[in-house]
Structure formats: C-alpha cells, structure tokens
C-alpha cells in the first residue's frame, strides 16, 4: 500500500503516504514494526520510485524513515492508543513535519556530502539546503496536513476494522468464543 501510494502521488513531489503510515504502525506495534515497515517501505522506493534510483543516498534515505517509528512509538507511549486522537491531530501532523524536518536536512546534507565529495565546504552544504527549500517545504506541510488529518481517521478506525475481521472470520476465532 504504501508504495502503490507513492507511484499514485509521484506528480505531486516529496507528498507520500509512507511517513504517515509507518508513524501509524509503530504507533499501534511498537518501534520494530514500524521501523520494519520503514525500511522495507523506503528501500523498495528508493530503487523502484520513477524519478530514478536513489544509489548512494539511499540508505540515508532509509535511516530516516526510522525517525517517524521512533515518533510513533514514543506516541503511543505517551498518548497511549486508547482516547480519541482528533484531540491530538495537531500534534500528530506538528510531530510528523518535525520528523519530517530532521529527514530533509539529513537526507539533504548527505546528498550534499556525495555530490561535492571530496571538496564539501560548508557553503556547499548551505547551497544545497537552500536549493532543496521548496521541496523540504512541501514535505513539511504535506506530512502536517496527512498527520493532521488522516492519521487520526485511522486512528479510529482502526478498531472498527479489527472487529469487522473477526465478524466476518478473517481472523481466528478465541478459544472461549470457539466453545
């Protein structure tokens, strides 16, 4: 789903579905799911995604997906899954254009450090920041209206869903309901 999501919203640059999602999965599975999720997410785009591969900036772009787990992770530890999340929505799209702040600049820095390797100056490196503003922009916006909104949609739905399996026997059932 998430990388399905990433080829339909490819016209739209740096908007993408994956850092909601795997902030979501670690935020009802813990860090290892959600990182999981991350990794395998970030490192089938990075070598799949039709604006070309990302080569040597790859796994600094799968590093930071690691970050919107963590932030899941630690969501759920602080918020706990239960309450109604549309109390917290801003804070949810806040935390994720946070993340995504910190995965910009160090996705942004690498790429800087591999480009102009081995005459990186920090004027270099300040350029490359600069130049990438619109993009990390859109990213940051995109990830706080997604975070905002959709998280916390899924959020409630989420048990809707999980009770709407077990009706229809797509999960097994209990051993006290099976007697």
């Known amino acids: 789903m998430i990388v399905g999501s990433d ?9 993408k579905l994956m850092d909601t999602l795997v902030f979501l999965a670690a935020y009802f599975f813990g860090f290892r799911v959600g990182a999981s999720v991350g990794i395998l997410s970030e490192s089938v ?18 590093a930071g997906e690691a970050l ?17 999340p549309r109390s917290r929505g801003l804070y949810v799209g806040s935390l994720l254009a ?22 990186v100056t920090p004027g270099k490196v300040l350029g490359t920041v600069v130049i990438g503003l619109p993009f990390t922009l859109t990213h940051e916006v995109s990830d706080f ?9 899924v959020v409630l739905m989420a048990p809707r869903l999980s009770a709407l399996k077990g009706r229809l026997g797509l999960v097994p059932a209990r051993a006290e309901e099976r007697n």
Do not use: Q, Y
Not at 45 to 62: I, Q, R, T, Y
């Open 68 to 84: 919107f787990a963590a932030a899941g992770a630690a969501a759920a530890r602080v918020w706990g899954i239960e309450g109604d």
């Open 145 to 153: 209206l997604l975070g905002a909104t959709a998280a916390p949609i």
């Open 7 to 15: 080829f339909a919203l490819t016209p739209l640059p740096n908007v």
């Open 45 to 62: 785009w990075a070598f799949a995604s039709p604006n070309g591969s990302a080569g040597f900036l790859a796994p600094f772009l799968v």
């Open 98 to 119: 946070l993340c995504a702040f910190a995965w910009d600049m160090e996705t942004t820095v690498a790429s800087s450090l591999l480009w102009f390797w081995p005459a």
